[in-house]
């Protein structure tokens, strides 16, 4: 499939990325302004598409993000320590931030003539997500279906969806993604926080994986009592 792959510039896009251009075709990475505390994972995803040798495209929806209010990821309230899975981190929740996205990326991949949209939603994402989970992949690209209903037909790729984070980190060694070269952490520090849920997830997952996490952290042992903490 000629695909068009939404790319954060996080592990696991960057991921999708090198999976979709060792097995597909990828025809390019579409990233989102949406006018989180930080942008330094848009240049991540810039670099993605610079070393897979595809177009790489910055959609600005920063009007829009300013209307989607409340989150630890848009607007000025700290972004809590622990485990991805605890209550706190549903304060990371941008309102249909994934249906806005997927939304004009399938507009973007129809006037292209692409075949399909990849999105790197996983099974970690589903506790606090909602528009990571199955169902919501399912209804999406049941109404995908009738919106471009004889114009054009674009399939959801989104293979991570019932797997780990971890599987995710197995999956992107095979196809050679450079996970130094990939950001996580909500903070936007000069290096991984290593306590926001996300940095505790991505830690997580390279233990489970029993691969070597080359990502430096400003607190690289934390994330054992963190999930030390969940289990309890």
């Known amino acids: 499939m000629k695909t068009l792959v939404i790319c954060s510039g996080g592990l696991d896009s960057v991921s999708l990325a090198h999976k979709v251009a060792a097995e597909q075709t990828l025809t390019g990475l579409v990233s989102f302004d949406y006018g989180q505390r930080h942008s330094k994972e848009l240049g991540f995803a810039a670099a993605c598409a610079q070393r897979l040798g595809v177009p790489h495209q910055v959609i600005d929806i920063r009007d829009i993000g300013r209307q989607l209010s409340g989150s630890a990821l848009t607007d000025d309230v700290a972004v809590p320590d622990g485990h991805y899975a605890e209550e706190s981190m549903r304060i990371t929740v941008v309102?249909?931030?994934?249906?806005?996205?997927?939304?004009?990326?399938?507009?973007?991949?129809?006037?292209?003539?692409?075949?399909?949209v990849g999105v790197a939603v996983h099974g970690g994402d589903h506790f606090i997500y909602p528009d990571c989970r199955p169902d919501f992949i399912d209804a999406f690209q049941a109404m995908q279906d009738r919106a471009l209903d004889g114009y054009a037909n674009v399939r959801l790729y989104a293979p991570f969806v019932n797997v780990s984070k971890a599987d995710i980190v197995t999956e992107g060694a095979r196809h050679a993604t450079p996970f130094d070269q990939t950001w996580s952490c909500y903070k936007g520090g000069e290096i991984h926080c290593g306590r926001c849920g996300t940095c505790v997830e991505r830690r997580e997952a390279f233990d489970l994986a029993r691969l070597p996490d080359p990502t430096p952290y400003a607190d690289a042992d934390f994330w054992r009592d963190a999930v030390e903490a969940k289990r309890a």
Do not use: K, S
Request: proline residues 5%.
């Open 95 to 116: 309102p249909n931030r994934n249906a806005i996205m997927l939304a004009i990326a399938f507009g973007v991949a129809a006037a292209r003539q692409d075949e399909a």
